[in-house]
């Protein structure tokens, strides 16, 4: 709700998101390939609309590094960056990401981004800083590197004609970058990228821009972000159309990410359909205003959190003043070397590379390992919407490799526990099995995926003397129609050697298909059991454990098998 003691803390919070967005703004729009303006008006115009129609109260929306060397990939091959025309298919590719991402949104399909682990979207990044700083040598340097280069030509090209270099340039690079580096470490209050580029700006002045040859961003337009209506004609849409579905999933996974990340700590409830939404019009209408395809920022929002923003209206502040210091730092840019900018895209692209998550993920699991590595080394070498993909495509199979297996261990009761609790043979080799009865316990979802392996389990066991099967199943959480249909075929199959099949603990929710598809009436409803004292006793009762071969059983692991007649000598 706002209200005057609101309005108060999203004023500073607003004026502190300014200073960030400022040099950050300039940077994303060299790394996408556009004139430094459009980045601070895409800075000015996306915040204001996901604050009227998103759902996160801290989140801001605007130009950002991975959505931003996706916009110079997917247009790069079809335009020259910096030009008329590859700004004009700018626009068409943002108006396309924003109904997509509309559509998107109007389905309600808010929870698809659950389905990309943040295994890819950490792969993605990384990989995607390595190539931004390696897109950035060229600048770094001053070298001729060729538009649109992959990244071993980059490397080739730096270390061929490393003689060739500018040293002043890389002199106010490194005094740029090392300078926001000791800003943000020691003075952690200050804007240390605003700063570094001060710092580098005041260097190339010092050491002589026209005399040294230094390039410079040049003046900008000290104007509000003009109308402007994207060309939509039919082959734009259609060259850009895939580009632009890789572009609007990855920006609404960032989104939402970074959304749910921020929430976590002002537990705020997201929408991500409303996010959806909120990204969707923001790029939508942006396209019209000026501005690239853009997502949430994980900085900017970050320090409007911790500025103490209270509801979006810290956003529409941000842009405001945002628009009014772009009056006054326009002229300046005459002033701002490229160089001094290429030591702040490579701080960037560096920052974009998350060790800490990078470590635990090499620690926690293999396969994730190589989802991150496998997207990561996609991102670099490949196409970066194809990249994308790639990792999500990945993750998805190793998840159903895991699925596919669920885990099936043998159970047997614990006579030192009072209750003869089961447990797992693996972990208990010394306890004793009843011969004619296997307690098999099965933890996974029971799909077509996985039942192939189950079925072969069983299989086995049916090559044993064991004449019935106690099926734990309460880590069974989903029976598909392939599963139901196996477990009635295994009832019979039992049943035909002259044992059983009985089932317990079987979850409520997990039983859907087998009785809506008649399954459960098939298998019978005597063989499905809440506890497993329940199942044991009728076992006994049913007679299914036969007393001939009690008589010659030296086990005695049930509570009933004291009723049955002492072991022959």
């Given at each position: ?46 915040p ?19 959505i ?6 997917a ?16 626009f ?55 538009q649109?280069?992959s ?11 490393i003689?060739?270099?500018n ?25 240390h ?26 003046k ?6 003009p ?7 039919w082959?734009n849409?259609q ?39 909120g ?138 526990s ?6 797992n ?22 799909y ?42 295994e ?28 399954f459960r ?17 009728a ?31």
């Amino acid at each position: 709700m706002v209200n005057r003691r609101t309005l108060r803390d999203d004023l500073i919070a607003g004026l502190t998101g300014t200073i960030i967005s400022l040099p950050q703004g300039v940077a994303f729009a060299i790394i996408a390939g556009m004139p430094p303006i459009y980045g601070l008006y895409s800075a000015m115009v996306m915040p204001i609309i996901t604050a009227l129609f998103g759902s996160s109260w801290h989140m801001i929306t605007g130009p950002a590094t991975a959505i931003s060397i996706v916009v110079f990939s997917a247009i790069s091959p079809h335009a020259e960056p910096g030009t008329q025309a590859f700004v004009e298919l700018a626009f068409v590719l943002t108006f396309v990401v924003g109904v997509i991402q509309l559509v998107m949104g109007a389905a309600r399909l808010g929870t698809l981004v659950n389905f990309v682990s943040h295994t890819v979207v950490i792969g993605f990044t990384a990989g995607a800083g390595v190539l931004i700083a390696a897109k950035q040598l060229k600048n770094v340097f001053d070298l001729p590197v060729p538009q649109g280069a992959s990244f071993f030509r980059i490397l080739k090209e730096v270390v061929t004609h490393i003689d060739q270099s500018n040293w002043y340039a890389f002199a106010v690079a490194m005094a740029t970058l090392f300078s926001a580096i000791f800003i943000k470490k020691y003075l952690p209050r200050l804007p240390h990228m605003l700063l570094g580029m001060i710092v580098g700006s005041v260097v190339a002045y010092f050491i002589g821009i026209e005399e040294h040859g230094l390039r410079v961003v040049g003046k900008m337009p000290a104007h509000l972000p003009p109308f402007h209506m994207p060309q939509l004609t039919w082959d734009n849409v259609q060259m850009l159309a895939s580009n632009a579905f890789a572009l609007a999933l990855l920006g609404l996974i960032e989104a939402v990410a970074i959304a749910r990340a921020i929430a976590s700590y002002s537990h705020q409830r997201i929408n991500a359909n409303q996010e959806f939404i909120g990204q969707g019009l923001a790029n939508t209408i942006g396209s019209f205003f000026s501005s690239f395809a853009g997502s949430g920022s994980f900085t900017r929002s970050g320090v409007n959190f911790q500025a103490g923003a209270r509801t979006p209206m810290s956003a529409i502040f941000a842009a405001v003043f945002l628009a009014l210091t772009l009056m006054f730092v326009a002229p300046l840019g005459d002033y701002l070397p490229i160089a001094a900018m290429g030591g702040i895209i490579l701080l960037v692209a560096y920052n974009l590379i998350d060790f800490k998550h990078i470590r635990t993920i090499v620690r926690a699991s293999k396969t994730e390992t190589a989802v991150l590595l496998i997207t990561a080394l996609s991102t670099i070498f490949l196409n970066l919407e194809f990249a994308i993909y790639v990792g999500i495509i990945f993750s998805l199979f190793f998840y159903l490799m895991r699925t596919s297996s669920p885990h099936i261990t043998r159970l047997a009761p614990d006579p030192d526990s009072p209750t003869h609790k089961l447990v797992n043979l693996k972990r208990f080799p010394h306890l004793k099995e009843c011969p004619q009865v296997a307690i098999v316990r099965i933890d996974g979802s029971l799909y077509f995926g996985a039942v192939e392996k189950v079925a072969d389990y069983f299989q086995e066991l049916a090559e044993t003397d064991v004449r019935s099967v106690l099926l734990v199943a309460q880590g069974i959480n989903f029976v598909d129609l392939t599963g139901a249909e196996w477990l009635e075929r295994e009832v019979h199959k039992w049943r035909e050697r002259g044992g059983d099949l009985y089932i317990v603990g079987l979850k409520r929710v997990a039983q859907d298909v087998l009785i809506k598809g008649g399954f459960r009436q098939k298998i019978g409803e005597e063989r499905f059991f809440d506890t497993k004292k329940e199942a044991i006793a009728a076992l006994f009762e049913r007679n299914l454990i036969r007393e001939q071969v009690c008589q010659k059983c030296t086990a005695r692991i049930f509570e009933e098998c004291a009723r049955m007649p002492a072991p022959s000598s």
